[in-house]
């Protein structure tokens, strides 16, 4: 795998972690009761519209990494974002960060090694 691949992947990666984030911004926003104009609202949120745009992009891009590499050699990559999300919760909305997840990523980053080799 060449390293425009790996980088690729890795902007995807973080494309979708970006989202998850904005997703959690947007999510005060979702409309407790159900009108067209609440649901247009939402629909048209700055987070939700900007996530949805970043996985757009992510997605196609995703895509086009799928050409070049294995399935089975790049989706193992998509769990970097299971480290990348709450390293962004809790730069960008204070949620703590445990030693579990800390150790999480530890493993998760072996198994990517070994399967990557």
Request: positive net charge; hydrophobic residues 65%.
């Given at each position: 795998?060449?390293?425009?691949?790996?980088?690729?992947?890795?902007?995807?990666v973080l494309g979708i972690s970006i989202?998850?984030?904005?997703?959690?911004?947007?999510?005060?926003?979702?409309?407790?009761?159900?009108?067209?104009?609440?649901?247009?609202?939402?629909?048209?949120?700055?987070?939700?519209?900007?996530?949805?745009?970043?996985?757009?992009?992510?997605?196609?891009?995703?895509?086009?990494?799928?050409?070049?590499?294995?399935?089975?050699?790049?989706?193992p990559f998509m769990a970097l974002a299971?480290?990348?999300?709450?390293?962004?919760?809790?730069?960008?909305?204070?949620?703590?960060?445990?030693?579990?997840?800390?150790?999480?990523?530890?493993?998760?980053?072996?198994?990517?090694?070994?399967?990557?080799?």
């Open positions: 795998m060449t390293v425009f691949n790996v980088a690729i992947i890795l902007i995807c989202g998850q984030i904005l997703f959690k911004l947007a999510s005060p926003f979702f409309p407790t009761v159900v009108t067209w104009s609440s649901v247009f609202g939402f629909l048209f949120n700055k987070y939700l519209f900007s996530a949805l745009i970043i996985y757009g992009f992510a997605t196609i891009l995703w895509v086009y990494a799928l050409r070049l590499v294995p399935l089975s050699i790049a989706y299971f480290i990348i999300v709450p390293i962004l919760g809790m730069l960008f909305l204070n949620e703590p960060f445990h030693w579990r997840t800390l150790l999480g990523a530890g493993l998760i980053i072996m198994g990517l090694i070994v399967i990557v080799r």
